[in-house]
């Protein structure tokens, strides 16, 4: 009914996937048999008994069970050539830092972030100096500026990646692209995945 090409797309997306409960865990179920190849589920929690009612993980046997271990072998039991990554960790408001240096952008995130009932943390004019020498590391970090800017500050945003981390960067020009790509693959990234609009290139890394 897709189409051989719709097919060889889902195959070829990767999807971020946050709780595997009551939603999540039919979610996850639909990713597996649409074809989607490479998924992440991140939960924090165990199947309970109260789960077993309105939950696919949640079967007697797997009771105590991490709820993404339990779902990721489901997936792959419908799909054997799925990908999934078990991530046992939640994402909490204290592990995300947002910051522009432009104030007119700051003003937009919040006023989406309202728009779309986000909370718990404040995005903030900033600019990539301003974080340099931080400790914290991150799963993923994400950068939506020039290339210049990109390779200037390459050093600072590779320290903020976790070692398997992710890294997406934004907001190339055509032209520019491959030389922001050389320079973090130098520094110890692959690019896994791009994408074009326009004129406008992304890509995103990942840290070996």
């Known amino acids: 009914m897709l189409g051989t090409d719709a097919v060889e797309r889902l195959a070829?997306?990767?999807v971020a996937l946050f709780g595997v409960g009551g939603v999540g865990s039919y979610a996850a179920e639909a990713l597996a048999r649409s074809g989607v190849g490479q998924v992440e589920l991140i939960d924090s929690d165990v199947v309970s008994l109260s789960n077993i009612n309105r939950q696919l993980c949640a079967l007697e046997q797997t009771i105590g069970l991490p709820k993404v271990q339990v779902m990721a072998e489901r997936m792959r039991a419908i799909n054997p050539a799925i990908q999934v990554t078990e991530r046992r960790e939640f994402v909490l408001p204290?592990?995300?830092?947002?910051f522009d240096f432009d104030p007119d952008a700051v003003m937009i995130t919040k006023e989406n972030m309202e728009l779309n009932h986000v909370s718990g943390f404040e995005p903030?004019?900033?600019?990539?100096a301003d974080y340099q020498g931080r400790p914290e590391k991150y799963d993923l970090v994400c950068a939506n500026i020039l290339a210049h800017l990109l390779k200037s500050f390459k050093n600072n945003i590779v320290s903020w990646v976790k070692p398997g981390g992710y890294l997406a960067l934004a907001g190339i020009l055509e032209e520019e692209f491959l030389s922001v790509v050389d320079a973090y693959t130098a520094l110890g990234f692959e690019l896994i995945e791009a994408e074009t609009?326009?004129?406008w290139r992304s890509g995103l890394f990942r840290k070996k």
Request: proline share 0%; net charge negative; with cysteine.
């Open 94 to 98: 204290e592990t995300i830092d947002a």
């Open 124 to 128: 903030v004019t900033a600019d990539a």
């Open 12 to 14: 070829a997306c990767r």
């Open 197 to 199: 609009l326009k004129e």
